[in-house]
């Protein structure tokens, strides 16, 4: 019988080492420190089939994280599926600078607007446990999957399906973030680094020919109506995106517009109050 350290230096030669051990360690429901201490483990057929399934798939661009079921954001696991986009890091700066601005009120009221997987209004939720956080989605799975997370993380969010502010009424807030769809449809890189496989309703606006900002304008022109005075948007865009972004938080009536740095080094999010 195959054991876990020969699945694992026989994956190795199809796909990265590192992944490959995350997915021998997923198959056979060990730990790195098993797989070390214990090489000889055996795995099962049934288990060395479904180790072969899924390498072959890394092998074929799908992304670890769609594989494992899990993605990691602010410390936290999330459960993730093709209906939802994988988590990225630079997003962590729209949790850092939300808690920031929620901090300066004793409950602030939050919405995250295209939730996804939920990590925003999840780790909002973690972060401000004084806050009452809402969470909208267009698509009922991610919903499903963000909901999941939620009691992973025993995270009390009220979920609505929608398209942006729709399933809102009238309802203000002190805080507004989204992340929003943004890359330009038909951009090079939408067919790049395993992103054919996440949805693309949660990557691109859908407009052919356009500049990506098409959500963007949607959120950031409706904000004054959903904004409490003294109210914050907040929102991610793409690298090359802040200026106009700011443009369109300015035309929208918001004071106090600025573009905050990634970890990179990127205009990655942008926002303003409601004075
Ligand atoms: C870039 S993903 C962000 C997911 C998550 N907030 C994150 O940061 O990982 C954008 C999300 O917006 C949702 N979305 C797209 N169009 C929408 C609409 N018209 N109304 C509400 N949500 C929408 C997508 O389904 C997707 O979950």
Redesign the pocket.
Same mark, same amino acid.
């Given at each position: 019988m195959t054991s876990i350290a020969e699945a694992w230096r026989a994956a190795s030669q199809r796909i990265d080492r590192l992944d490959a051990r995350l997915l021998v360690e997923n198959v056979a429901g060990c730990t790195h420190a098993d797989l070390i201490a214990h090489p000889t483990r055996p795995l099962s057929a049934d288990l060395l089939a479904r180790l072969d399934a899924l390498v072959k798939r890394r092998a074929g661009g799908e992304p670890l994280a769609y594989l494992l079921r899990s993605a990691g954001?602010y410390g936290l696991e999330f459960m993730v599926t093709p209906? +939802?986009?994988?988590?990225?890091p630079e997003?962590e700066l729209?949790v850092n600078l939300a808690v920031e601005k929620g901090r300066q009120l004793p409950a602030p009221n939050i919405v995250?607007?295209?939730?996804?997987?939920?990590?925003?209004?999840i780790t909002l939720e973690r972060l401000l446990p004084e806050a009452t956080i809402t969470?909208?989605?267009?698509?009922s799975g991610?919903l499903e999957v963000a909901s999941v997370n939620a009691r992973r993380h025993t995270a009390d969010v009220r979920f609505l399906l929608?398209?942006?502010y729709?399933p809102l009424g009238g309802e203000r807030f002190d805080l507004i973030?989204?992340?929003?769809?943004?890359v330009i449809d038909g951009d090079p890189h939408l067919q790049q680094n395993g992103l054919p496989f996440e949805?693309q309703?949660?990557?691109t606006?859908g407009v052919v020919g356009g500049d990506g900002l098409a959500?963007i304008r +949607?959120i950031v022109g409706n904000a004054a109506r959903h904004l409490r005075p003294g109210g914050w948007m907040l929102i991610?865009h793409g690298y090359d995106q802040a200026a106009a972004v700011r443009d369109l938080l300015h035309a929208a009536g918001l004071s106090d517009v600025a573009s905050w740095l990634d970890l990179s080094g990127v205009e990655r999010v942008s926002g303003g109050c409601l004075r």
């Open positions: 954001f209906a +939802v986009l994988i988590p990225r997003t729209l995250d607007l295209g939730t996804g997987s939920g990590v925003l209004a969470a909208v989605d267009v698509c991610a929608g398209d942006w729709s973030v989204a992340n929003p769809p943004y949805p309703t949660a990557l606006d959500c +949607v991610e």
